[in-house]
């Protein structure tokens, strides 16, 4: 079983900033990508951003030059600093993570944290 636990979501004003994490805890031998995405009301989930193990970064156009996505593999935590937020941008985030352990592969998924951006 892994657990997946977001923080950092909240409430702020258009051109603010925010930073999520996302720590993944339980039975890990390794962790593959790490990413982040959204599901604002009325629409289908959307990848925001991907990392791999080694580093390698994806990004949704709608949100290159403003966010960037790190990891810290010591701590199994990713991270999605947003600046220059926009209202379109609101939205719950989630993060997904994927790896191995001793019982095989596995995918999960974090509960979601709210993020709101005022206009």
């Known amino acids: 079983q892994v657990q997946l636990v977001e923080s950092g979501g909240g409430l702020v004003q258009a051109g603010g900033s925010l930073r999520l994490s996302c720590a993944a805890s339980?039975?890990?031998?390794?962790?593959?990508?790490m990413g982040w995405y959204r599901q604002a009301p009325g629409k289908q989930r959307e990848l925001v951003a991907v990392?791999?193990?080694?580093?390698?970064?994806n990004y949704a156009d709608s949100v290159k030059g403003r966010f960037t996505i790190s990891r810290d593999n010591a701590k199994n935590t990713v991270y999605l600093q947003m600046n220059s937020l926009k209202p379109e941008d609101t939205a719950v985030y989630y993060c997904?993570?994927?790896?191995?352990?001793?019982?095989?592969?596995?995918?999960?998924w974090g509960q979601g944290t709210q993020v709101t951006v005022s206009s």
């Open positions: 990392i791999s193990s080694g580093g390698s970064t």
């Open positions: 997904n993570a994927d790896g191995s352990s001793d019982y095989g592969p596995w995918d999960y």
């Open positions: 339980g039975s890990i031998f390794s962790i593959n990508a």
